[in-house]
């Protein structure tokens, strides 16, 4: 999977630039979990777009290619991998991990690093399109140069994989209520799931 990210990097990043408001309204839905003067870690930081928008100084990824992009839009970037984070235990106020989490090899792992590098008390945000959603069954069968290898989640699997890694206190956010291509204006979040194609989870390190 990496490959095609690394390879189809310039694709990726220019789906933001023509999907504008679908993109300006999962930032809507993030920041109503985002904390607020703290650090904060992307892991699949990809090309920054969300970390650049969202003021997250750190991100991790596997791509060459992409963490090109997100350096040259002031991003802290480290090459690696979400199973293998390379920082310390518990020095992070926030762990964002966004549409990332379908991609990977081991999930349950990256979310238990995730769980390692933040302190005590402090946040995961994970920003998933549902696989029970309208989103998730149009992309699953799109099958997109990106998402043919891509494992979806829903919202309770999700929720599930972050109470083995230690997390408690979950809060839903949900947006995008058409395909990207219709949206000519940014979507107001709202709370819970189930209507929503993009979805926050977030959660708290017991």
Known sequence: MNAAFDKYYKKYDTWYDKH???FLSELEAIKKVLPQDARGLEIGVGTGRFAASLGIKT???PSRNMLK???E???????????????LNEV?????IIITLCFVKNPKKVLEEAARVLKKK????IGIVDK??????????????FYKQAKFFSVKEVTDLLKEAGFGSFSYHQVISILPDEINSVEKPQKGF??????VISGIKR
Do not use: H, Q, W
């Open 20 to 22: 504008k408001f679908a």
């Open 59 to 61: 991100g991790i990824d």
């Open 69 to 71: 992009l997100a350096k």
């Open 73 to 87: 839009r002031g991003v802290n970037v480290r090459l690696g991998s979400g199973e293998d984070s390379p920082f």
């Open 92 to 96: 992070f106020d926030y762990v964002a």
């Open 122 to 125: 402090s946040r995961i945000i």
């Open 132 to 145: 029970e959603s309208f989103l998730g069954k149009f992309y699953r069968r799109k099958k997109s140069v």
């Open 194 to 199: 189930g209507r929503g194609g993009f979805v």
